[in-house]
């Protein structure tokens, strides 16, 4: 089953810095997306990028993909101590229908 | 507009009870998603539904577990004898059109078995 890793697997700030999360996959996908987890909740969705987009963007977000390097970056420009969460990506497939998550990044920004 | 609920938010029960998990996903969505989420495992898929009709359950570990989807605005996810490695918290999450629209989850029900 397609599964994104993501990279680091924790990453400690401080507030008003950029983060970046890494996530590679293993095959052909149709989108990729990626999710917020805060803790003791459900995850919430941030972001889609499609296998024909390069770069997407919403509000502090930056979503860059490379099919042919089969990565793509999350960035949060500007960081927020309500930013802390964990992050996954989550690779959408071809044939398959549903989502496969990595083990996250935590991302800790410290006030 | 109501977003995904889960029942209970938590649950402690002994080893070989019956447990029962519940989920009402948002209305009008047709796809409805069990995951499970360990320290260990990360997020697993555990069964997902299509109007209802299961679809994929490969990730259901043991025939102990099952799942039900009886309408549209209902789903269940029982484990029949419980054990304490089914401890984990239990997601489930709803979709429009899955694969080309993002999944909404519910804040999940903490199980612990003891």
């Known amino acids: 089953s397609q599964q994104g890793e993501e990279d680091p697997q924790a990453l400690s700030i401080q507030e008003g810095e950029n983060a970046t999360m890494n996530c590679s996959y293993k095959?052909?996908?149709?989108?990729l997306q990626w999710y917020r987890q805060n803790s003791g909740r459900g995850l919430v969705h941030l972001i889609l990028?499609?296998?024909?987009?390069r770069e997407k963007h919403s509000g502090r977000l930056r979503v860059t993909l490379d099919t042919s390097k089969k990565s793509s970056s999350l960035l949060i420009t500007a960081s927020r101590a309500a930013d802390t969460a964990s992050y996954f990506c989550?690779?959408?497939?071809?044939?398959?229908?549903?989502?496969?998550f990595g083990s996250g990044t935590r991302l800790q920004v410290q006030p | 507009d109501a977003g995904v609920i889960q029942s209970p938010r938590h649950e402690v029960t002994e080893m070989g009870q019956e447990v029962t998990l519940r989920c009402k996903p948002i209305?009008?969505?047709?796809?409805l998603f069990w995951y499970r989420q360990t320290m260990m495992r990360g997020l697993e898929l555990l069964i997902y539904?299509?109007?209802?009709?299961?679809?994929?359950d490969s990730g259901m570990p043991e025939d102990r577990f099952s799942a039900k989807m009886p309408n549209a605005s209902f789903s269940t996810l029982k484990i029949q004898p419980s054990e304490p490695r089914d401890s984990a918290v239990y997601f489930c999450?709803?979709?429009?059109?899955?694969?080309?629209?993002?999944?909404?989850f519910g804040d999940g029900t903490r199980l612990s078995i003891l």
């Open positions: 095959t052909s996908i149709n989108n």
């Open positions: 990028i499609r296998s024909n987009e």
């Open positions: 209305s009008g969505h047709d796809y």
């Open positions: 999450a709803s979709s429009f059109r899955t694969g080309e629209r993002p999944q909404h």
């Open positions: 989550a690779p959408m497939d071809t044939g398959r229908r549903a989502l496969t």
């Open positions: 539904f299509n109007n209802n009709v299961p679809i994929d």
